[in-house]
Each structure stands twice: as structure tokens, then as C-alpha cells.
């Protein structure tokens, strides 16, 4: 059987670098690797549809820097900063020692219609609201290459429009090329859970090859 390998993984550190960089003892990795799942996954439920594009997270002796790309900065940031201030308080509530001090820094996506998470989250939301699932499908590609993308694929498996029986709905448009290693590709993937059952969804993005050394992020 074929191996499927993260195109974001595969590519590291190629085009790509890591979204946590730390060192960590023998008997901190575990600690550490858990620590920022935690944290990644309290983000993504606390900012659903603010357009995260990527949370970056660095560790110090006894500091985190959290990094959070996203296409709608005011939203997470709040009037006056009041709503960073509370998300900084609950991540430290909740996640850090008492020692620890963290940073967190909004940074705003410039290209939002190239973030393969940023896709992913319009059609999730989309597809929640019960919209046809090929419309949904033939606006994010018209978006995408609108945005100046060199090629986009997406995948949409479940039971869609309500059927009994689940099927596979796939869409292609530009090149793809997955092989490649300095081919700048974004992926995503992520379900809908509708009414009739979870529908699985999967976006790659392919801007374009890179021939220098800086990596994307």
C-alpha cells in the first residue's frame, strides 16, 4: 500500500519550518509536545471563524511565545486589547506554571484566500449551513485562483445533501505537484458535522515553486 505523508511535513525543512521550536530534556518532550496540543486546540475552539491561518508557538527557559497568523486581527484583539488580554489570561490559567511567562502576538495574514486553513474554515462553515456542497466547492477555487494560486484541489467525503449512501466529491484546477519539494503547497483538513453526519474535508493550495533559501510560513 501507498504512503501518505503531510505535504507540510514532507517539506520541512525544505520550504517549510517548524510551527514549535523548542528544546526540550529527555524527560520534557512529552510534557512539552502535550503542552502545545493543548494549547492549539483551546485556540482553534476559542477563535473558530476569526480566519486562523497558523498558531506558532516558541519556547525559553521559563516564557512561551505564542504566535497567531490570522486574517481578522480586530476580532481576536478586542476594543481597547480587552479580548487578547483575556485569551493571554486563560492560556496561563489553564496551560502554564506559575514561573512562566507568556507573550502573545497577533500577527495579520496578507494573503488570506491562499491559508489552506482559512479555506478550510469558509467551507466547513458553509457546509454547516447546509449550502450545496458543489457550489461551496466551485467559489473556493474561483476564489483561490483568483488570489493568484498556481493550482487547488479539494476533497469532500460524506453523506452530502442528505444521501444514504456516502460518496467522494473531488474538484482539480492548476498544477499540483506533490512530489516536488520546493513546491510551495498549503494543506489542511478538517470535518462538517451536519445533521446528517460528519462530512470530512481536504484543501491543497499550490503557490508556486521557491528556488531561495527563505522558507514559507
Not at 484546477?173 to 489542511?188: E, H, I, N, T
Request: hydrophobic share 40%; glycine share 6%.
Amino acid at each position: 500500500m501507498a504512503r501518505k505523508v503531510n505535504p507540510k511535513i514532507f517539506r520541512i525543512p525544505f520550504t517549510r519550518d517548524w510551527e514549535s521550536k523548542w528544546f526540550a530534556n529527555k524527560h520534557e518532550f512529552k510534557d512539552f509536545l502535550k503542552n502545545d496540543l493543548q494549547i492549539r486546540k483551546f485556540l482553534s475552539l476559542k477563535l473558530k471563524n476569526c480566519g486562523i491561518s497558523s498558531i506558532k508557538i516558541e519556547r525559553l527557559l521559563n516564557s512561551i511565545k505564542i504566535i497567531i497568523h490570522t486574517s481578522k486581527p480586530g476580532i481576536i484583539i478586542g476594543r481597547g486589547g480587552t479580548g487578547i488580554q483575556k485569551i493571554r489570561k486563560q492560556i496561563k490559567d489553564k496551560f502554564l506554571k506559575e514561573n512562566q511567562s507568556i507573550e502573545l502576538n497577533i500577527v495579520e495574514e496578507k494573503s488570506p484566500m491562499l491559508s489552506a486553513n482559512i479555506i478550510l474554515e469558509e467551507a466547513i462553515s458553509a457546509i454547516e449551513k447546509r449550502l450545496p456542497y458543489r457550489r461551496v466547492m466551485k467559489k473556493i477555487i474561483r476564489d483561490v485562483s483568483t488570489a493568484g494560486a498556481k493550482g487547488v484541489k479539494i476533497i469532500i467525503k460524506g453523506r452530502l445533501n442528505g444521501a444514504q449512501i456516502a460518496r467522494s466529491e473531488k474538484l482539480i484546477w492548476g498544477q499540483l505537484p506533490l512530489q516536488k519539494m520546493r513546491a510551495d503547497m498549503d494543506y489542511s483538513r478538517g470535518a462538517a458535522h451536519t445533521v446528517f453526519g460528519v462530512i470530512g474535508i481536504k484543501v491543497w493550495i499550490y503557490k508556486g515553486q521557491q528556488f531561495k533559501k527563505e522558507k514559507a510560513d
